[in-house]
């Protein structure tokens, strides 16, 4: 029975519409598994209740939805009514949200079981899931590796059984670098084709939910279900959710752009060849590449790490100490209760974070770096519309490196590089993907590959034939 928790999603599906299997049995198996992996610390909170919801959605008399009664696990970035969302700080570590996320609410209406709220780096902030105050998590292949980050917890939890597919967000990268350090797919949609509703804010312009999954087929039906206009989101896309499903398993031609200039320039020669190599399993199977040049993209990272910081330094100061969340113990006075539930309440790199992105919105600092580093984001964005004029799909490595072990990057601006290949994404608003391409050192590569404007479809269509290609997602 065990080996049921490590089908993909397509296929529980099939074994709970034959009633092979019942929803109660497979919530079952994956908490025992979740008790049985305990160590490697992806859940912060688990849910008492998921039997409870399982023996209900078995006694439904119809099928609602493909993933009724599939168990899943949210990031702890994502609200849910009467459970603690934490986001993974001590800032919130007791907080009870008193309403739910779009998102949680779509997969719940769905009648997906959520088995549990997954670790993550302290709001998000982090490329190896060592910045949460609950822990690191370790990597289910090797636990002395980092899983990646923010979204260690639930990437940890899809390669090691523990949910049948997971909730993550990207800001930078958070959903891509997990996704290939775990050996799994992740894929962050376009800008506002989810809603954010609910989503605990890191940086209000790039974070973007998605879907951590076995394959590219999986992610497609999941992200279906999470994706569409949602009217409490202003920054929310008003546009008809495509059948994803479809789009992934249709026979689609593509024209893969390759940033050659870029790939010549990654030093790791284990992830360049890696990278060439995939291109060429492409090629041999008809699909056609072509070169094309991505001007500015060397400036994603400091543009990046202007933006977010001074986009978090905003969300982050509605943590006062009187509303919600922690409050410092005996304060002497108004200012007091400030500086010390602050000082308390966040751990190092978030008060990093802050301190560079509020000096940035300061005066006199605001349009040498703030207003510079958005006109080329502008310039990075176009240079993208610019290569979809001649192709489909843009392949790029999904990182510059394997999972490193964790506690060997102290250096921050060594950890910010982490995110080299997946930053543009962010800035342009483009759905991208990460999908296993090999390894290096025994540790999984991932394969990105980038999409235009609100064109999950064939990214999904693309990462879908290679791995029917390759076995590397298996």
């Not at 006062?320 to 922690?326: R, T």
Request: net charge negative.
């Amino acid at each position: 029975m065990n080996d049921i928790v490590s089908l993909n999603l397509e296929d529980q599906i099939g074994l709970l519409e034959k009633k092979e299997i019942s929803s109660y049995e497979l919530t079952s198996l994956y908490l025992e598994n979740i008790k049985e992996n305990k160590d490697l610390n992806c859940f912060i909170s688990l849910n008492e209740n998921a039997l409870e919801q399982a023996k209900v959605i078995d006694n439904l008399k119809d099928r609602q939805s493909p993933v009724q009664g599939i168990p899943i696990a949210h990031k702890d970035i994502f609200c849910v009514k009467g459970h603690k969302t934490t986001c993974g700080s001590k800032m919130l570590e007791n907080f009870i949200s008193p309403y739910s996320s779009t998102v949680f609410e779509k997969l719940d209406n769905s009648k997906t079981i959520m088995l549990g709220k997954t670790n993550m780096d302290e709001f998000a902030m982090g490329s190896s899931n060592e910045t949460s105050f609950f822990g690191k998590v370790k990597n289910p292949i090797n636990p002395l590796k980092s899983p990646g980050g923010s979204s260690g917890g639930s990437a940890a939890a899809v390669k090691a059984n523990l949910c049948a597919f997971a909730t993550g967000t990207d800001t930078g990268g958070s959903i891509r670098q997990p996704a290939s350090f775990c050996g799994i797919t992740g894929i962050k949609p376009t800008y506002g084709r989810v809603s954010r509703w609910g989503m605990i804010a890191f940086a209000s312009s790039l974070d973007q939910a998605g879907i951590f999954a076995k394959s590219a087929l999986d992610s497609a039906i999941a992200l279906e279900i999470i994706s569409g206009f949602d009217e409490k989101d202003s920054t929310s896309i008003n546009s008809k959710v495509p059948n994803l499903k479809e789009e992934t398993i249709s026979n689609m031609e593509h024209s893969i752009g390759v940033p050659m200039e870029i790939i010549e320039k990654i030093e790791d020669v284990n992830v360049k060849n890696n990278f060439l190599e995939s291109i060429k399993i492409l090629e041999k199977n008809g699909f056609k590449t072509k070169q094309i040049e991505l001007p500015f993209l060397d400036y994603s990272l400091p543009s990046y790490y202007v933006i977010a910081p001074a986009e978090c330094s905003a969300n982050l100061s509605r943590y006062d100490g009187i509303k919600f969340g922690y409050r410092c113990d005996n304060p002497r006075d108004l200012e007091d209760l400030y500086v010390r539930t602050r000082s308390e309440g966040f751990g190092e790199e978030v008060k990093k974070r802050i301190l560079i992105g509020t000096y940035c919105l300061s005066a006199g600092y605001f349009n040498a770096y703030y207003l510079k580093a958005q006109k080329i984001r502008a310039m990075i964005t176009e240079s993208f519309k610019n290569a979809f004029k001649n192709v489909s799909v843009i392949a790029m490595p999904t990182c510059s490196n394997g999972a490193f072990e964790l506690g060997s990057i102290q250096d921050p601006v060594k950890m910010y590089e982490q995110d080299i290949y997946t930053i543009p994404a962010n800035l342009a608003g483009l759905p991208a993907i990460s999908i296993p391409s090999g390894y290096t050192e025994e540790m999984p590569l991932g394969l990105q590959f980038i999409g235009n404007h609100l064109e999950e479809g064939k990214i999904l269509n693309i990462s879908h034939q290679f791995q029917k290609l390759t076995d590397h997602h298996v």
